[in-house]
T-cell receptor
Framework: AQTVTQSQPEMSVQEAETVTLSCTYDTSESDYYLFWYKQPPSRQMILVIRQEAYKQQNATENRFSVNFQKAAKSFSLKISDSQLGDAAMYFCAYRSFSGYALNFGKGTSLLVTP | DSGVTQTPKHLITATGQRVTLRCSPRSGDLSVYWYQQSLDQGLQFLIQYYNGEERAKGNILERFSAQQFPDLHSELNLSSLELGDSALYFC???????????????FGEGSWLTVV
């Protein structure tokens, strides 16, 4: 089974600054999907960004962007101009191209300070 | 709003009891997934259904069962409940129409289960 590792249990960033959350994964597949989900205190799971492994271009969604390094099996999330509302647990997730369930990392808790 | 609807939002029940959690997937989505999130654990995949058929099984206990009905809604049945079953249970769906929608899994708001 594919494993997803988030090595940073907690991160902190000042408002308006930039922070990068790390994620690595282990797979023998060549085609797959990667995701970042945000879970605020309400505990709702919100999709932040997705990346298809066959695409070389890094995905971007407004202030959120990824650095996808396929050979290194690395998928980091960069949050620019951090806002107080970005404070949440962030989960990295892997999904096989064959369309089965997501495998999640253990999450990184992001604190945003004024 | 993800379009995935879960009921009930909160549930308190006693040990040994049985409960049913209900999920309505996004319109057009054929796949339904169930996940469990305990306080001290991450998201654990329980089971997946696709168009009424079981497709994949994760760490689902024998005391738990699920099904997906012809109208594509799904139910997760939890029986002989123990204190350790207290958790947030998510339903998610995928497989609808539109670009990329089949590859992304969308989550409901979850059902909070407290076993006392």
């Amino acid at each position: 089974a594919q494993t997803v590792t988030q090595s940073q249990p907690e991160m902190s960033v000042q408002e308006a600054e930039t922070v990068t959350l790390s994620c690595t994964y282990d797979t023998s597949e060549s085609d797959y999907y990667l995701f970042w989900y945000k879970q605020p205190p309400s505990r709702q799971m919100i999709l932040v960004i997705r990346q298809e492994a066959y695409k070389q271009q890094n995905a971007t969604e407004n202030r959120f962007s990824v650095n996808f390094q396929k050979a290194a099996k690395s998928f980091s999330l960069k949050i620019s101009d951090s806002q107080l509302g970005d404070a949440a647990m962030y989960f990295c997730a892997y999904r096989s191209f064959s369309g089965y369930a997501l495998n999640f990392g253990k999450g990184t808790s992001l604190l945003v300070t004024p | 709003d993800s379009g995935v609807t879960q009921t009930p939002k909160h549930l308190i029940t006693a040990t040994g009891q049985r409960v049913t959690l209900r999920c309505s997937p996004r319109s057009g989505d054929l796949s339904v997934y169930w996940y469990q999130q305990s306080l001290d654990q991450g998201l654990q995949f329980l089971i997946q259904y696709y168009n009424g058929e079981e497709r994949a099984k994760g760490n689902i206990l024998e005391r738990f069962s699920a099904q997906q009905f012809p109208d594509l809604h799904s139910e997760l049945n939890l029986s002989s409940l123990e204190l350790g079953d207290s958790a947030l249970y998510f339903c998610a769906s995928s497989g609808g129409q539109g670009a990329n929608s089949g590859n992304t899994i969308y989550f409901g708001e979850g059902s909070w289960l407290t076993v006392v």
